[in-house]
């Protein structure tokens, strides 16, 4: 049971107009549907019988045009209704029942802490009632709700239009959604909950009420959000002139929630930890992932739900373009550089992985057995920077006019990856017939690099190869059309003029598998910066030597490749220690590796926020990806002693620059204090590193003192990681003591001890699950303790006697009888079995093969471990 792309056919009904009627109950919430449907004209003659999707659904009855079907006129199969159809308009009734309570999958409608909640993307709706449940068929809701009194807040898409009391005491809303849409952006909300309400005036001056909705103890962590709504409103008229279409906008905060949030229309369901914040509790990641997400879900509104998919294939038309747009609105309100910096991170260490993995696929898949597994750091974060690359292609006007034309073009429409590129096309009259093999061709593309100089012509020329690793299904590819940044900087740091015009920086056009490129009238050797900004998603090799690299870190004007240049030098020190480990010779950290750190953490010319994002080091997970064999071992132990050397030769600028970024001032997550508490941050891990009781008494002072959670966690991660057992507890029990009423606070507090290598043993790990903070059928507590052990704890996960792997298996085959979709996530970090070297890849085989042989699977977990 795959489903293909090329198989494509137009819905063969469509549905005009979609009335929903719900009684909730717990256990027994009865579903009554009026619809009215019409053959498609587009989809051929003759009358076939309707299908209407549906999965775990009561069926009472079924009425075509007010006549009652006995159970023989249709036929009830195990993924829906069959029903034979005479005319080519009718209305269709349906009533059925469904158990919010006993769904713990989160898909459909469920109950999370008292609340009734939805999820219908991607294909949800489908177990709330039956229906034609796939994107093309875009139909205008109304929705009833009937609750009993303690559900006093009724929800959904829309405008309300009418609410009442019921004889027997329960309550009803009406709301009307005025705009056509497909059944995955549905929702329903109902609870006792509180709100705060604001108002944003749209730039044609519609008066729009803003709400976030949330349980009464958590009303006063909703201002991050409030706050970042509008600047998003106002960020989508100025950027690309989209206004806010409907008089109401809404956020609903859910404890349990399989993903980050949810665009529904003009009701977005946010998962509490995307969405709830203060200063106390919430640390600089949360407040800047909490603005970045409001932006997404709200810039779906227009890339998204006025244009929406025309079938799941096409989910990255939304979701790169989507992710594209909120980074750059928090590049915009925030460190442009530093954002860039941590998603080409996220890209290089976690889709680059996915990329070279057993799951690869283009951005637009060709095939699947569970859409939901194609929800991917490929199909979002690679899918945003094909889509950042038309943007580089055509410039910011260019790209501009693409996108009005894409919105005018399409809007009220469902629609493909293709329409979006044929806007950018017509728009600009460009030609991006081989820049659309990125929609189809899978696998991180290489660019391998040399260059030549004649001294006596005064010629420099780049020599680019460019090719692309076999992926599953995909042997050959065809040469990528790839926008190429670069520069070239002369000997005293200068940035060389390319052109006639004076510029010091070119995108070349890379489109063959090998190309030339000649500047002329060049007086010495220049040194190329490549790749600028991170121009094209790809790997480039050059080699550049320790000295090259140094200069760059110095001299680039680029910021983004200064940085590069940073983890390029700390690559080479890391893997000539990974080599002298494997060889059992002594561990030494080169000299001019300390000497560049030094020079990088006394500068204060320099952004804090680049010398942290320096001093980090690449993660482990970035170093495994770039091993063409992994040997965890040796990784640890590189990186490790790396650290320790560098805190022992830095011990005084360490304490230094410590000191000085350590002021009291009220928080706010501005990029300014953001970046220097995270150096702050930083520095006190690394003094710590050594385990020097001083040093953890600088960690213990500001774990008592700390005026905000992200000075506070930090503490808490240095005593976890690097104080005697007996500091640790303790630190461990005070701030859970603390904290335990606050579910954001505890979530991070699991995270912590899940992820540090000295706390997160297997043992630790089992008893944090046997802890009241930890509930299975909560993914953020699963996420923060099952996925932070097997993806943020490299060091205990891929202990050499396997247990870690065994562990993993164990949490998939118990997960997957309850929520499908959160265990074919954590079943991931043991699929990529092939990428290790000795024992490990066979302990992490014979893991993944006890899932499979576990029984019967959902599809998710099935797909992900038959592919493996
Ligand atoms: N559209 C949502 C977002 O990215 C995510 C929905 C995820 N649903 C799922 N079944 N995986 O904003
Ligand atoms: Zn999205």
């Known amino acids: 049971n795959t489903t293909y792309l090329k198989d494509y056919r137009v819905p063969d009904y469509l549905v005009d107009n979609t009335d929903l009627h719900f009684e909730l109950e717990a256990k027994v919430t009865q579903v009554r549907t009026r619809l009215k449907i019409r053959r498609n004209p587009k989809a051929g003659d003759g009358l076939p019988p309707l299908f209407l999707d549906g999965v775990d659904l009561q069926l009472f009855s079924v009425t075509l045009d007010g006549i009652a079907l006995s159970s023989t006129d249709y036929q009830e199969l195990p993924q829906g209704l069959s029903i034979p159809v005479e005319k080519p308009e009718f209305v269709l009734e349906i009533h059925n029942s469904i158990n919010p309570e006993e769904n713990t999958s989160l898909e459909g409608l469920y109950l999370s802490n008292k609340m009734y909640c939805t999820q219908c993307e991607a294909e949800g709706f489908r177990k709330i009632t039956f229906y034609p449940d796939r994107p093309d068929v875009m139909s205008k809701f109304t929705t009833t709700i009937v609750a009993s009194k303690d559900h006093p807040v009724l929800l959904s898409n829309g405008n309300e239009?009418?609410?009442?009391?019921?004889?027997?005491?329960?309550?009803?809303?009406?709301?009307?959604?005025?705009?056509?849409?497909?059944?995955?952006?549905?929702?329903?909300?109902?609870?006792?909950?509180?709100?705060?309400?604001?108002?944003?005036?749209?730039?044609?001056?519609?008066?729009?009420?803003?709400?976030?909705?949330?349980?009464?103890?958590?009303?006063?962590?909703?201002?991050?959000?409030?706050?970042?709504?509008?600047?998003?409103?106002?960020?989508?008229?100025?950027?690309?002139?989209?206004?806010?279409?409907?008089?109401?906008?809404?956020?609903?905060?859910?404890?349990?929630?399989?993903?980050?949030?949810?665009?529904?229309?003009?009701?977005?369901?946010?998962?509490?930890?995307?969405?709830?914040?203060?200063?106390?509790?919430?640390?600089?990641?949360?407040?800047?992932?909490?603005?970045?997400?409001?932006?997404?879900?709200?810039?779906?509104?227009?890339?998204?739900?006025?244009?929406?998919?025309?079938?799941?294939?096409?989910?990255?038309?939304?979701?790169?373009?989507?992710?594209?747009?909120?980074?750059?609105?928090?590049?915009?309100?925030?460190?442009?550089?530093?954002?860039?910096?941590?998603?080409?991170?996220?890209?290089?260490?976690?889709?680059?992985?996915?990329?070279?993995?057993?799951?690869?696929?283009?951005?637009?898949?060709?095939?699947?057995?569970?859409?939901?597994?194609?929800?991917?750091?490929?199909?979002?974060?690679?899918?945003?920077?094909?889509?950042?690359?038309?943007?580089?292609?055509?410039?910011?006007?260019?790209?501009?006019?693409?996108?009005?034309?894409?919105?005018?073009?399409?809007?009220?429409?469902?629609?493909?990856?293709e329409d979006f590129v044929r806007a950018m096309e017509d728009a600009n009259q460009v030609d991006l017939t081989q820049f659309r093999r990125w929609y189809s061709q899978a696998g991180t593309p290489v660019l391998d690099v040399t260059d030549q100089f004649d001294e006596s012509t005064g010629v420099y020329r780049l020599i680019v190869r460019q090719s692309c690793p076999v992926t599953p299904e995909q042997k050959d590819k065809l040469p990528f059309h790839i926008p190429f940044a670069m520069g070239l900087l002369d000997s005293t740091g200068s940035g060389i003029a390319l052109d006639k015009a004076g510029s010091t920086q070119l995108v070349l056009e890379i489109t063959e598998s090998e190309q030339v490129f000649e500047f002329n009238g060049l007086r010495e050797r220049p040194l190329p910066s490549l790749l600028r900004g991170f121009s094209a998603p790809v790997k480039v090799r050059y080699d550049y030597s320790l000295e090259q690299l140094l200069f760059l870190m110095s001299h680039d004007s680029d910021t983004f490749n200064r940085w590069d240049a940073s983890q390029r030098f700390a690559f080479k020190a890391m893997n000539q220690l990974q080599s002298a480990y494997q060889e059992g010779l002594s561990l030494e950290l080169s000299p001019e590796l300390i000497v560049a750190y030094r020079n990088i953490l006394l500068n204060k010319e320099l952004d804090p926020a680049l010398v942290a994002e320096i001093m980090l080091l690449p993660s482990e997970h970035s170093i495994a990806e770039e091993s063409v064999s992994i040997d965890a071992e040796a990784i640890v132990a590189a990186r490790t002693f790396a650290r320790k050397s560098l805190s022992c030769a830095l011990?005084?600028?360490?304490?230094?620059?410590?000191?000085?970024?350590?002021?009291?001032?009220?928080?706010?997550?501005?990029?300014?204090?953001?970046?220097?508490?995270?150096?702050?941050?930083?520095?006190?891990?690394?003094?710590?590193?050594?385990?020097?009781?001083?040093?953890?008494?600088?960690?213990?002072?500001?774990?008592?003192?700390?005026?905000?959670?992200?000075?506070?966690?930090?503490?808490?991660?240095?005593?976890?990681?690097?104080?005697?057992?007996?500091?640790?507890?303790?630190?461990?029990?005070?701030?859970?003591?603390?904290?335990?009423?606050?579910?954001?606070?505890?979530?991070?507090?699991?995270?912590?001890?899940?992820?540090?290598?000295?706390?997160?043993?297997?043992?630790?790990?089992?008893?944090?699950?046997?802890?009241?903070?930890?509930?299975?059928?909560?993914?953020?507590?699963?996420?923060a303790v099952i996925g932070g052990f097997a993806n943020r704890n490299f060091q205990q996960f891929h202990k050499n006697d396997g247990s870690g792997f065994e562990f993993v298996a164990d949490q998939v085959i118990a997960l997957d009888k309850l929520n499908p979709q959160v265990a074919s996530r954590v079943v991931i970090p043991i699929t990529r079995w092939k990428k290790y070297s000795g024992e490990l890849a066979g302990k992490m085989k014979a893991a993944l093969l006890r899932v499979s042989n576990s029984g019967e699977l959902s599809k998710d977990v099935y797909e992900v471990v038959s592919k493996s």
């Not at 203060?278 to 407040?287: G, I, L, Q, R, Y």
């Not at 244009?307 to 915009?332: I, P």
């Not at 606050?742 to 992820?755: G, I, K, N, S, Y």
């Open 651 to 783: 011990i005084d600028e360490l304490k230094e620059r410590y000191a000085e970024l350590d002021i009291e001032r009220p928080y706010s997550p501005n990029a300014k204090d953001i970046a220097e508490r995270r150096l702050k941050n930083i520095c006190l891990e690394y003094l710590c590193v050594t385990e020097s009781a001083d040093a953890l008494d600088l960690a213990q002072c500001q774990f008592d003192s700390a005026g905000n959670m992200t000075d506070s966690a930090a503490a808490l991660s240095a005593l976890i990681n690097y104080g005697n057992d007996q500091y640790a507890e303790q630190a461990i029990h005070q701030f859970y003591d603390r904290w335990k009423e606050d579910t954001q606070v505890t979530e991070l507090w699991l995270a912590q001890q899940a992820c540090s290598a000295k706390r997160g043993t297997l043992n630790n790990i089992k008893a944090l699950m046997q802890h009241p903070a930890f509930e299975l059928k909560n993914p953020n507590k699963v996420r």
């Open 161 to 417: 239009i009418g609410r009442g009391h019921c004889e027997d005491g329960r309550q009803f809303v009406t709301w009307e959604d005025p705009f056509p849409k497909p059944a995955y952006l549905f929702a329903l909300v109902a609870g006792n909950l509180e709100h705060v309400e604001d108002v944003f005036t749209t730039a044609r001056g519609r008066k729009v009420k803003l709400q976030i909705f949330t349980e009464a103890k958590n009303i006063g962590k909703c201002d991050h959000a409030m706050r970042s709504l509008k600047n998003a409103m106002r960020w989508d008229e100025e950027v690309y002139g989209r206004e806010y279409d409907l008089d109401i906008f809404m956020v609903v905060a859910v404890d349990h929630f399989n993903m980050g949030a949810m665009e529904n229309k003009g009701l977005n369901i946010f998962n509490s930890a995307c969405v709830l914040a203060s200063p106390e509790t919430a640390t600089d990641s949360a407040f800047q992932r909490i603005e970045s997400i409001v932006g997404h879900e709200y810039f779906h509104n227009w890339s998204g739900n006025r244009v929406t998919c025309r079938d799941w294939f096409q989910l990255s038309l939304k979701e790169g373009f989507t992710v594209f747009r909120d980074a750059e609105f928090s590049a915009d309100l925030n460190s442009r550089a530093v954002k860039r910096i941590e998603d080409v991170t996220l890209l290089r260490t976690n889709q680059f992985a996915e990329d070279a993995g057993p799951m690869a696929h283009p951005i637009r898949p060709d095939s699947y057995m569970e859409i939901s597994n194609f929800y991917t750091l490929t199909v979002y974060e690679k899918g945003a920077e094909v889509v950042r690359m038309i943007h580089t292609l055509l410039g910011a006007d260019g790209f501009r006019k693409g996108s009005d034309l894409y919105f005018e073009r399409h809007d009220g429409c469902a629609v493909t990856c």
